[in-house]
């Protein structure tokens, strides 16, 4: 069930922060501040998935390495080991995928590892709770009689 992963980027739009391998971990974190988000996708030079960097990496390597972390290059601290998924993967696959692995962003690839997106459990839980109410709105009119 569920709908492709394309429509929650259809619908959220086509903005995608990322960074390159090079950048450091200060430049993340301003732009995770600034975007108000809470992972960067970091990418190689051809445009392709290098890794993720989320807020918890960045806070474990502090924890583990002290405010040098803000120097380091994002390579050092990102996520090499990525959950992705492609534009035809389902909404519920991906909800599993997100749950069993407890991970709250998952980039968003076609065949050659090319970026096309990211979505968030935030993106995800957003497009259910909409489906959930437009269907419980079409119940209500079926059973008050209109048309729906």
């Known amino acids: 069930m569920g709908v492709p992963v394309s429509v929650l980027l ?3 739009g086509s ?3 990322t960074l390159p391998l090079d950048a450091t971990v ?3 974190v301003e732009r995770l501040t600034s975007r108000n988000i809470g992972a960067i996708v970091i990418t190689e030079a051809d445009g392709r998935l290098a890794g993720l960097l989320s807020e918890r990496d960045i806070v474990r390597e502090l924890a583990a390495t002290g ?3 803000l120097e380091l290059a994002v390579s050092v601290v990102m996520a090499r080991d990525v959950e992705t998924c492609t ?3 389902r909404t519920s696959q991906l909800m599993r995928v997100m749950t069993e692995q407890r991970v709250r962003h998952v980039p968003v690839v076609d065949g050659d590892w090319h970026l096309v997106g990211i979505v968030s459990i935030g993106d995800v839980v957003k497009w259910q709770l909409d489906e959930l109410s437009t269907e419980a709105e079409q119940l209500a009119n079926y059973v008050r009689g209109g048309s729906y």
């Open 10 to 12: 259809e619908r959220k």
């Open 15 to 17: 903005e995608l922060e």
């Open 26 to 28: 200060l430049d993340a």
């Open 67 to 69: 405010p040098s972390t």
């Open 87 to 89: 534009p035809t993967t």
